[in-house]
């Protein structure tokens, strides 16, 4: 019974999986500027279209330092998505 793993872990594992993929992802590639590392984060997350396709605007990046963790918080890329928005807020 304890060998095989549940439904919500094997998703948990997964998404480790999926996430571990796309760090090696974004470290590999250094010549990826700080909106293209943004987007290809933002691609997993929960969050709207509109707010993909945006991240340009001011504004948008306004919206996601406020709200990105309300649907993303337990997902490691939202740690580093959060430090490249107020990065680039920063015009860094």
């Known amino acids: 019974m304890g060998r095989h793993p549940t439904q919500g872990q094997a998703q948990k594992h997964a998404q ?30 929960d969050i709207p279209a509109m707010r993909k396709e945006t991240i340009h605007l ?6 996601l330092n406020r709200n990105l963790r309300i649907k993303n918080a337990g997902k490691p890329e939202t740690t580093e998505a959060l430090a490249l928005i107020k990065e680039l807020m920063r015009g860094q």
């Open 16 to 45: 480790q999986g999926d996430s571990q993929a796309l760090q090696a992802t974004l470290q590999g590639d250094d010549r990826m500027t700080k909106e293209e590392k943004l987007s290809k984060l933002l691609e997993t997350m």
């Open 58 to 63: 001011r504004s948008t990046l306004r919206w």
